[in-house]
């Protein structure tokens, strides 16, 4: 069941210097931060500056190509060939899975469907690269504890933003790449509907809605804002061990099956949970 | 460019009576909002009070099934025959491509992969369904028109909301059925990172993000909220004819291209462009 409130929901976006590689990440919310955390908060981390925090930047000229990655396919005919080879054999490194594609690499990582194993030069120094975050459970997990002690708070949530596309559709939107502290799958099955029948369909994903609102307000450019605080969600706060596999559909299983070829299938279809820790 | 503002974004519910078949919304709307809507104001819709108020509402037992909905494959063995093969019989008519599924028939519709072309069996009185709106796009385009003259504003934007399903993950998200008065896609390509050098994949899909948190707050369930006031939304307002296909892209150019199969990429691949008004 969700809290549900009178008051509207806000969604605040927090300004912050820019943030330098394994710089870390608390002090600098709590100097930008409006007023300090309350109960009932949900703060919402953009990926890129959790990587940062984590050291998870490359420089591109520190990386030896393997062979596979000098064999690939040239996606990016401005790229030299040398750096295209170094930018591939980090995808190949990240990814548990790479698809053959048109303008991006499509990669599975981690169980989520990401372009270039959500590996980004944008923001980043030049030379250099951002990987996605090592075991992003885990980090909003530890980023939720330090968040309890430092505002002396309980009910907290922390969602790990990032950005998606959408099959047939044009522009990402934010989703959640892990959460902590809440429920962020509200599974409503058998409640009533407006006529008292039992619903279907609802499981709601409340961690990539509340994301997709994170991301248009903070933003995904040269903003500078990325954390986003959001007051009086209506989310249901737990202290209970969150699993990423507990959002997951196998291929075989999800909606979109009968839309995939056997390749994707094969890689994405029944696949085993994932460590709990997202690593 | 974004209208970025230093207020929180605020998403609020609109608490509403029942909504009956054919009633109309604006009444129902002015009659429910805690004050007059202003300029930059976003209002989110749900799809299924806009169904409503077009009358999509269909009793089944007026449907007669074409032999094709008859020998369609049962997929729900809870209900009988007949009524199987009425709601299939609408599938068939209402949607622009039909995929052999697993849990739900997955269908095409207007450009949008959706679950049973849009037809929802909930929140409809017993016998009955409600379809999916009809032409959204100009639906938007006139409650836009409508909320002006009500109001005396300029600048104001509608969503339509509807759910969603992601690959390989539980739950929906809210979506954007269409929208209008403002640009729903924001097209940052070319804009400068964080070290000056222009971004490459910046379309975000703005319109998606607020219909996602319009339905977290708002809700699909027995809540009585079709309506959701968003403020202060960081969007630039237009008066320009939006065209749905602006936010589109054929199968065999997205990203996922590389995941799916034939039968889907003949079906959504390199289509015409839609009817601009959606229908």
């Known amino acids: 069941m969700l809290i549900r409130s009178e008051l509207p929901v806000r969604v605040t976006a927090v300004q912050t210097p820019v943030i330098e590689p394994r710089q870390p990440l608390l002090p600098i919310l709590q100097q930008s931060l409006p007023r300090p955390l309350r109960d009932g908060d949900i703060l919402c981390v953009a990926s890129k500056v959790v990587a940062l925090e984590q050291g998870r930047i490359v420089e591109l ?3 030896e190509p393997s062979p596979a990655a000098r064999q690939a396919r040239r996606l990016d005919a401005g790229k030299d060939p040398e750096t295209y080879a170094r930018w591939m054999e980090l995808i190949l490194r990240e990814a548990d899975h790479v698809f053959a594609s048109n303008v991006v690499w499509l990669t599975l990582k981690d169980g989520i469907l990401i372009a270039n194993a959500g ?3 944008s923001n980043a120094p030049l030379g250099h690269v951002v990987l996605w975050p090592h075991r992003p459970w885990e980090w909003a997990k530890g980023f939720w504890q330090d968040l309890r002690a430092a505002y002396g708070i309980e009910r907290v949530g922390v969602i790990l933003t990032d950005a998606r596309s959408t099959p047939l559709r044009r522009g990402f939107t934010g989703m959640a790449l892990a959460f902590w502290g809440f429920e962020g799958l509200d599974v409503q099955k058998g409640q009533p509907d407006l006529f008292g029948r039992p619903l279907q ?3 709601r994903m409340v961690a ?3 994301a997709a609102a994170a991301v248009v307000v903070g933003g ?3 903003e500078r804002t990325p954390f986003v605080l959001i007051e009086d969600a209506p989310v249901t706060f737990t202290e209970r061990e969150l699993r990423p596999e507990e959002i997951l559909v196998p291929a075989d299983r999800d909606i ?3 839309i995939y070829n056997e390749e994707f299938k094969a890689a994405a279809g029944g696949r085993p949970a994932p460590n709990p820790t997202g690593g």
């Open 61 to 63: 000229a520190s990386v």
């Open 119 to 121: 590996i980004d030069m």
């Open 201 to 203: 369909y609802t499981e």
């Open 208 to 210: 990539d809605g509340l």
């Open 220 to 222: 995904e450019a040269n």
């Open 256 to 258: 979109f099956s009968v």
